[in-house]
């Protein structure tokens, strides 16, 4: 004989599978949300109930036995945080008295959130907690529980919408139909013949759907081809008009190669000038001056100095050549990114928008140095009448000046060569122009044969009208290569004005190398206690770390030999002994007042 619960559990799953079943078939049939009076509905909750009542144990009270569903579903809250909602919503019900009645509102609203499945899974892993609940022989507790929450997942393509409000939930009697799931053949036959004339019907509403379909379509395609005839005319048109545009900007490049020219014949003649100029003066030096050897070793210090500040200022005009090399390499991606879409633009726009930054910063440059230019005039206006106080002691170097002129060729040579540069900078410009040239040719051969791509045409032509506009940038970029010889001759005038302030320094180191002499023993003891020190470069220093002024010439820089910073002769004319060095060295303000305040207080 079979166990009478095991016969109970197999009944209940097949009784849900058949409710299951009918329920999703009626309501794909039905083609409509499902309201509460549904009859196959009605029936699928029944049957849940008596699932979830097998098994239940008895709880005892004062008053009498209680039997409900709703201590286990009360319990998915704890489980199930998001069914917290229900729990709260049943609870706060105005017409339900009872614990089943609870319940049935919970399965009600638990279908409607399509979430009945997963509620009930959370149960079914928690056998711990539902042993409370049910005995060890019921549905829930068995395998055929998690068999009917398996089925339960076909519910979530049901849509429901129960009213649980105005429903009596209490007082129903759950009695379960089973007319519902027998079937006779003529019902069969029935509904075969009904399903064979729903589908005749829906084919025949496709067919005339797909009339429809081809009717709109055969307008949409007349309408194209009306569009693309008027898009064709528009475009030879503004074909047309690029050609004319093509013509406009090789004339302005013939005419921009002339500017070139007409530009390097005038920097060549403004060189020759110069260099005459510069002989004339050599020579005076060459009559006025003779040479001291030890005061040309600072004069070879102060000229080495002026070659590094030459190399930083050429170092600048490399990282410009160098940040132009980079625009003619962004103009290249460009040009090879025409036959892309609206996405290579934005990063063309955005490199656009770095090149004008880049130009912003350079005319900010050219400010600043036209500032100084001006203030440098005034103080060699200023130098300009001491040089005739000092030209009785010019006259002693000769000699070594000679040395100075060598340098000074080397530098024209320089400066040569940085034209041959420009030149052949715009030898490249003039290249990537007839490469824009070829390629706008080409664009034309594909306007011809590619017809079918006439809607993208109309976004090539904006881009190379984009083009066209970069080539005037370039245009530009060419009269900003005027300036920079502008600059050049600008630096000459520096030179020249450099060599006077070199006078005047000269002066001041005749007076100062009897000191020199003697402070230069001092140094050597003074650099093996600053070994482990930070020797601060002269080049890192512009300003003095006192006061704060600028160093120039006339105010010349001094190291402490206690801290290695660099200070200005105001702010470092005192001199002590170190414990690395016996004889007094010089020592800043600040640490000559640490030195005496640590000597103070270690005497007793």
Same mark, same amino acid.
């Given at each position: 004989?079979?166990?009478? /619960?095991?016969?109970?559990?197999?009944?209940?799953?097949?009784?849900?599978?058949?409710?299951?079943?009918?329920?999703?078939?009626?309501?794909?049939?039905? *083609?409509?949300?499902?309201?509460?009076?549904?009859?196959?509905?009605?029936?699928?909750? !029944?049957?849940?109930?008596?699932?979830?009542?097998? *098994? #239940?144990?008895?709880?005892?009270?004062?008053?009498?036995? +209680?039997? /409900?569903?709703?201590?286990? #579903?009360?319990?998915?809250?704890?489980?199930?945080?998001?069914?917290?909602?229900? *729990?709260?919503? !049943?609870?706060?019900?105005?017409?339900?008295?009872?614990?089943?009645?609870?319940?049935?509102?919970?399965?009600?609203?638990?279908?409607?959130?399509?979430?009945?499945?997963?509620?009930?899974?959370?149960?079914?892993?928690?056998?711990?907690?539902?042993?409370?609940?049910?005995?060890?022989?019921?549905?829930?507790?068995?395998?055929?529980?998690?068999?009917?929450?398996?089925?339960?997942?076909?519910?979530?393509?049901?849509?429901?919408?129960? %009213?649980?409000?105005?429903?009596?939930?209490?007082?129903? !009697?759950?009695?379960?139909?089973?007319?519902?799931?027998?079937?006779?053949?003529?019902?069969?036959?029935?509904?075969?013949?009904?399903?064979?004339?729903?589908?005749?019907?829906?084919?025949? +509403?496709?067919?005339?759907?797909?009339?429809?379909?081809?009717?709109?379509?055969?307008?949409?395609?007349?309408?194209?081809?009306?569009?693309?005839?008027?898009?064709?005319? &528009?475009?030879?048109?503004?074909?047309?008009?690029?050609?004319?545009?093509?013509?406009?900007?090789?004339?302005?490049?013939?005419?921009?190669?002339?500017?070139?020219?007409?530009? #390097?014949?005038?920097?060549?003649?403004?060189?020759?000038? /110069?260099? !005459?100029?510069?002989?004339?003066?050599?020579?005076?030096?060459?009559?006025?001056?003779?040479?001291?050897?030890?005061?040309? +070793?600072?004069?070879?210090?102060?000229?080495?100095?002026?070659?590094?500040?030459?190399?930083?200022?050429?170092?600048?005009?490399?990282?410009?050549?160098?940040?132009?090399?980079?625009?003619?390499?962004?103009?290249?991606?460009?040009?090879?990114?025409?036959?892309?879409?609206?996405?290579?633009?934005?990063?063309?726009?955005?490199?656009?928008?770095?090149?004008?930054?880049?130009?912003?910063?350079?005319?900010?440059?050219?400010?600043? %140095?036209?500032?100084?230019? &001006?203030?440098?005039?005034?103080?060699?206006?200023?130098?300009?009448?001491? /040089?005739?106080?000092?030209?009785?002691?010019?006259?002693?170097?000769?000699?070594?000046?000679?040395?100075?002129?060598?340098?000074?060729?080397?530098?024209?040579?320089?400066?040569?060569?940085?034209?041959?540069?420009?030149?052949?900078?715009?030898?490249?410009?003039?290249?990537?122009?007839?490469?824009?040239?070829?390629?706008?040719?080409?664009?034309?051969?594909?306007?011809?044969?590619?017809?079918?791509?006439?809607?993208?045409?109309?976004?090539?032509?904006?881009?190379?009208?984009?083009?066209?506009?970069?080539?005037?940038?370039?245009?530009?970029?060419?009269?900003?290569? &005027?300036?920079?010889?502008?600059?050049?001759?600008?630096? +000459?005038?520096?030179?020249?004005?450099?060599?006077?302030?070199?006078?005047?320094?000269?002066?001041?180191?005749?007076?100062?190398?009897?000191?020199?002499?003697?402070?230069?023993?001092?140094?050597?003891?003074?650099?093996?206690?600053?070994?482990?020190?930070?020797?601060?470069?002269?080049?890192?220093?512009?300003?003095?770390?006192?006061?704060?002024?600028?160093?120039?010439?006339?105010?010349?820089?001094?190291?402490?030999?206690? %801290?290695?910073?660099?200070?200005?002769?105001?702010?470092?004319?005192?001199?002590?002994?170190?414990?690395?060095?016996?004889?007094?060295?010089?020592?800043?303000?600040?640490?000559?007042?640490?030195?005496?305040?640590?000597?103070?207080?270690?005497?007793?």
């Amino acid at each position: 004989t079979k166990d009478p /619960t095991a016969v109970e559990r197999a009944n209940l799953l097949n009784m849900a599978k058949l409710s299951i079943k009918g329920l999703i078939e009626s309501a794909l049939s039905f *083609g409509r949300t499902l309201d509460s009076d549904y009859p196959p509905l009605q029936q699928f909750f !029944v049957v849940m109930e008596h699932c979830l009542k097998h *098994g #239940l144990k008895v709880r005892k009270s004062f008053l009498s036995y +209680n039997k /409900t569903i709703w201590g286990p #579903l009360e319990l998915v809250e704890k489980l199930y945080p998001e069914a917290e909602e229900i *729990g709260a919503s !049943v609870r706060d019900l105005p017409g339900l008295k009872t614990p089943l009645g609870r319940a049935r509102a919970w399965l009600r609203l638990a279908l409607m959130q399509k979430k009945m499945a997963d509620y009930l899974r959370c149960l079914i892993i928690q056998r711990d907690l539902l042993s409370e609940f049910y005995e060890y022989h019921a549905l829930m507790m068995e395998e055929e529980g998690a068999v009917i929450v398996g089925l339960l997942v076909g519910l979530n393509v049901i849509d429901a919408n129960l %009213c649980v409000k105005g429903e009596d939930l209490d007082s129903q !009697v759950g009695v379960i139909d089973f007319s519902m799931y027998l079937k006779n053949e003529e019902d069969i036959g029935n509904k075969e013949r009904n399903v064979q004339i729903a589908a005749i019907l829906d084919q025949k +509403n496709y067919v005339e759907e797909l009339n429809r379909q081809l009717n709109s379509t055969v307008s949409s395609l007349h309408s194209r081809v009306d569009s693309l005839e008027k898009s064709n005319t &528009k475009l030879i048109e503004e074909l047309a008009i690029a050609k004319n545009n093509i013509i406009k900007l090789q004339e302005e490049n013939h005419q921009l190669r002339s500017e070139n020219k007409m530009i #390097l014949m005038k920097t060549q003649q403004h060189l020759e000038v /110069t260099k !005459v100029d510069v002989e004339t003066e050599l020579q005076t030096y060459k009559h006025s001056r003779q040479g001291l050897d030890e005061m040309y +070793n600072d004069a070879r210090r102060q000229l080495r100095d002026e070659s590094q500040l030459r190399q930083d200022v050429e170092n600048e005009l490399s990282v410009q050549v160098s940040m132009k090399h980079e625009i003619e390499l962004a103009m290249k991606l460009l040009e090879k990114d025409i036959h892309e879409k609206q996405d290579t633009l934005i990063g063309l726009r955005q490199q656009l928008e770095e090149v004008k930054a880049i130009n912003i910063e350079m005319y900010r440059k050219l400010q600043g %140095c036209e500032d100084g230019l &001006k203030e440098k005039n005034e103080i060699i206006a200023r130098l300009e009448e001491k /040089t005739n106080k000092i030209t009785v002691a010019m006259r002693q170097l000769e000699q070594r000046l000679q040395q100075a002129e060598k340098a000074q060729m080397e530098a024209e040579d320089e400066d040569e060569k940085y034209l041959q540069e420009c030149l052949s900078q715009s030898d490249s410009l003039q290249k990537q122009i007839s490469q824009k040239e070829k390629q706008l040719i080409q664009l034309e051969t594909d306007l011809k044969i590619e017809k079918e791509w006439r809607q993208t045409l109309q976004e090539d032509l904006q881009k190379e009208k984009d083009a066209l506009s970069h080539l005037r940038n370039e245009t530009q970029q060419i009269t900003n290569l &005027k300036k920079e010889f502008l600059n050049l001759q600008d630096e +000459n005038q520096q030179l020249k004005k450099i060599y006077r302030e070199q006078e005047q320094a000269l002066q001041e180191l005749g007076n100062k190398l009897s000191e020199s002499k003697l402070k230069i023993e001092d140094i050597k003891e003074a650099n093996k206690a600053l070994q482990g020190l930070v020797w601060l470069k002269d080049k890192e220093a512009t300003h003095c770390k006192l006061c704060e002024k600028e160093f120039s010439l006339s105010k010349r820089k001094h190291h402490c030999r206690n %801290c290695g910073e660099i200070f200005c002769n105001a702010c470092s004319d005192n001199e002590l002994p170190l414990p690395s060095s016996p004889k007094p060295v010089r020592v800043c303000d600040s640490c000559h007042a640490l030195l005496i305040q640590r000597c103070s207080s270690n005497l007793p």
